[in-house]
């Protein structure tokens, strides 16, 4: 108890340093009695011991941000990645803190919920008020410019009523847990800064972003938010002590730097795996396709051409597709969260539609080719005057190819198989805005290279060690370029599809995830392209997501439910009082609130 040395300035003074994002410590003390010895006052109740001191003052302290604080931040805004602050330092210093590293926008409003436990027979409250005026911090932006202003812009910027930010410290975020439930998660939509929070309510905390469908990531460096390190999604320690433990990442770097490029490296690894998966199953369905057409005419590949294809192509591409880098900014686009989802699946269909048709032409033009006729030793295509010369005792003695493996359809399918695999490859080998480019993957380019070369050699200059190798006839030279012309339109075609329509057309119009809004989203004026762009949307949504009115994410049905709600957020002359339920009829969300303005 400090009641009558405290100075009466004292609350104004110390809400004056902490607005300044100071670190403030009291300083008081007590001459104890003599008789108390070094063993007693161990066994002293703290609050006996802490009574009666007299005040001496306040140590101020700055705690400086670091230099990369306000840039990963700005990535991260950017990126459209929402962050919260959670610290066990002073509210209004992390407000303060806030602003300066730019979490909270210099023109943005701070709600402080304050909450109040039921005592003497009244029940729980919370009181709101704003931290302060936000027009005093607009001069303290760092790097203001002089920007241009389109007056159409105007009528597309976010309501002022929409640009606000709610701020509480663990005593408020209890009350509101254990008395406000249904009230916590509208809370959590907007919360920015959680202050003097426990290690348990750091756990809590992250459960209730991750209970709107939040994907959680947590940076920590201390013991204290081992428990919140632990339940994120993924956590990142700073320390290589404790906190190290509980979390599955841990930073040599003692800055938050490290989450961004987290954030980007698991983006490559998860399209990486993307685009492993597509290509091996574009690799089973090309070969299915193959064999199948064979089987029609009693005809198969042969054994070593299921052995090239499978060890010098497949094996060969796998081990090196997969080598791209991440890319070098982080990204406001999202990837698929699943295997299961529009444009994987929209990519792998075509593809297989693609691979089907070509072959399909392949397999039935070289039947209709003047010189075309079953295949036998003296029946070449390439040496049909061989024939002529062999009398009718040289053909039976001939050995016969009894698999019938060596034919034209077969000879016509391997090549265009085989350049549908690395055409594939290719394709599914994406770069930005996840992965570095597949040019930058030299062993991959080398490979694919190399194999096209081996490919066109063997197809415009025949080798006969390696076509009997390989089970493989010759055909006209005419036949040959005709091949090439079927393989360069299926390139032709895969990459227009894969490239122009999905990623530029589908996912930009009906895939793209900025197009449902939620939090944290920048949307700005739409340009003349921009109007098309969303007129497009509409359509494309109209033909391709009728089903999909309702956004699946929690925080994104809360986000549209509180934009049309005239009472959302609480102003700051009204007070939310918990009500207690009714008997027998307990509220949907486990608790239930009114809105009260202050008289």
Not at 229 to 248: D, F, M, Y
Not at 276 to 287: E, G, H, T
Not at 419 to 447: C, D, E, H, M, T
Request: charged share 20%.
């Amino acid at each position: 108890m400090l009641v009558c040395v405290v100075p009466e300035d004292f609350a104004e003074v110390l809400e004056d340093y902490t607005k300044q994002g100071f670190r403030v410590i009291a300083l008081a003390h007590r001459r104890l009695e003599s008789k108390l010895t070094w063993h007693k006052v161990q066994n002293v109740n703290r609050d006996q011991m802490e009574a009666n001191m007299e005040f001496l003052g306040l140590i101020i302290m700055q705690n400086k941000l670091k230099a990369e604080t306000s840039g990963v931040l700005e990535d991260l805004r950017r990126a459209h990645i929402r962050t919260v602050m959670v610290t066990g330092d002073n509210l209004l210093t992390a407000i303060s803190v806030a602003r300066d590293c730019g979490m909270i926008p210099p023109q943005d409003q701070v709600i402080i919920a304050d909450a109040l436990p039921p005592k003497d027979g009244q029940a729980a409250k919370i009181t709101w008020r704003y931290a302060d005026n936000p027009s005093k911090h607009v001069g303290k932006a760092p790097c203001l410019e002089e920007v241009e202003i389109n007056l159409e812009d105007v009528r597309h910027t976010h309501k002022p009523q929409d640009q606000y930010h709610f701020a509480m410290s663990g005593k408020s975020f209890a009350v509101i847990t254990e008395h406000f439930q249904d009230l916590l998660q509208k809370l959590v939509l907007r919360g920015t800064v959680f202050a003097r929070m426990a290690p348990d309510q750091k756990t809590e905390l992250i459960e209730a972003l991750q209970s709107v469908d939040y994907f959680v990531g947590m940076c920590g460096d201390g013991a204290n938010d081992c428990g919140a390190l632990k339940r994120a999604h993924g956590g990142i320690s700073l320390s290589e002590l404790e906190a190290s433990v509980a979390s599955p990442f841990t930073s040599r770097t003692p800055n938050i730097s490290c989450v961004p490029s987290l954030i980007r490296e698991g983006r490559a690894a998860l399209i990486t795996s993307f685009c492993v998966f597509k290509f091996m199953a574009l690799y089973s369905i090309i070969q299915y396709v193959s064999v199948t057409l064979l089987y029609s005419i009693l005809s198969n590949l042969g054994d070593f051409q299921f052995l090239f294809i499978d060890i010098a192509i497949i094996l060969l591409i796998v081990f090196t597709m997969s080598l791209n880098p991440a890319w070098k900014e982080l990204v406001s686009r999202c990837p698929p969260s699943g295997l299961i989802s529009g444009p994987l699946l929209f990519s792998v269909l075509t593809q297989i539609l693609i691979c089907l048709g070509f072959q399909t032409i392949a397999f039935l033009w070289v039947r209709h080719q003047a010189w075309y006729h079953i295949w036998t030793p003296q029946s070449d295509a390439c040496n049909s005057s061989l024939s002529a010369n062999l009398g009718p005792e040289h053909n039976s003695s001939e050995e016969r190819d009894v698999h019938n493996i060596k034919n034209y359809e077969n000879t016509s399918l391997f090549y265009v198989s085989s350049f549908q695999y690395l055409i594939v490859a290719i394709v599914f080998s994406k770069g930005k805005p996840f992965r570095q480019p597949s040019y930058k993957n030299w062993p991959f380019v080398v490979s694919c290279i190399g194999l096209y070369i081996f490919l066109f050699f063997i197809m415009f200059y025949p080798v006969s060690a390696i076509d009997e190798f390989l089970e493989i006839v010759c055909v006209p030279f005419e036949w040959r370029i005709t091949l090439f012309f079927i393989i360069i339109v299926n390139a032709a075609m895969s990459v227009l599809v894969e490239t122009l329509v999905l990623d530029v057309v589908l996912w930009k119009l009906v895939f793209s995830r900025d197009k449902q809004g939620g939090y944290g989203a920048t949307h700005a004026a739409p340009t003349t392209q921009g109007g098309i762009d969303l007129w497009g949307a509409k359509c494309l949504s109209w033909l391709c997501c009728r089903r999909r009115k309702v956004p699946k994410a929690r925080y994104m049905h809360l986000a549209q439910e509180l934009s049309v709600d005239p009472d959302w957020p609480p102003k700051p002359t009204t007070t939310t009082e918990a009500k207690p339920p009714l008997p027998g009829n307990p509220p949907e969300n486990g608790s239930s609130y009114q809105i009260m303005a202050d008289s």
